[in-house]
């Protein structure tokens, strides 16, 4: 990629950290916005990759209600390379504990049931998100790279930043699949 390119970034159900990992990278990110543009990130005024596309997207978190799957099937329609990043993005995660006991059970011991709750109610207005069974990005939408880890270190992330910028395919391996 010799022109600069675009990347956009975007979090559902995860916890900040693998963008917390990306802010990482330190002092690269000089060199990263050098030569690419960061259209978009939770972190900026503009939260949603814009119309005309990107060159790279990057999604934290899996997809656990109705928002995130609009923010992943926006993501992957406006991204040429969709990265899913850390391991609720690539595996699920954490999140994913909850399918264990169901959507309705979940919902009742976090509104209803925890001990410090008093005339506890499952929020039901029509404008909330609707829960799901957590899954990975890639159930669905299509990924092109993976990055695993919890959260994948600052140097796997430059890393695919640095390679993608090169206009290579990052091949993870080795050290950058160490996990923390
Ligand atoms: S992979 Fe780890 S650091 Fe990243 S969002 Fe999930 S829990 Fe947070």
């Not at 410090?116 to 499952?122: A, L, N, Q, R, W």
């Not at 609707?130 to 092109?144: A, F, I, K, W």
């Not at 091949?171 to 996990?179: N, Q, Y």
Request: aromatic share 4%; proline share 6%.
């Amino acid at each position: 990629m010799s022109q600069k390119v675009t990347v956009a970034s975007d979090w559902l159900c995860g916890c900040a950290g693998c963008h917390m990992s990306l802010l990482d990278i330190d002092e690269r990110i000089i060199e990263l916005v050098q030569h690419a543009t960061l259209t978009s990130t939770p972190v900026t005024d503009l939260k949603h990759p814009p119309e005309q596309g990107v060159t790279v997207g990057i999604l934290e978190g899996g997809v656990n209600n109705s928002a995130n799957e609009a923010v992943a099937k926006m993501m992957r329609e406006r991204s040429r390379i969709l990265i899913a990043l850390g391991d609720c993005a690539v595996f699920g995660g954490v999140p994913t504990m909850r399918n264990t006991v169901g959507i309705g059970d979940a919902l009742r011991r976090a509104y209803v049931e925890t001990e410090s709750t008093v005339d506890g109610k499952i929020p039901d207005d029509p404008e909330i998100a609707c829960m799901q069974v957590c899954r990975p990005v890639d159930q669905v939408v299509p990924v092109d790279i993976y990055l695993p880890g919890c959260a994948p270190s600052a140097d796997a992330i430059w890393y695919v930043l640095s390679e993608l910028l090169a206009g290579r395919m990052p091949e993870l391996h080795g050290k950058f699949l160490d996990w923390h």
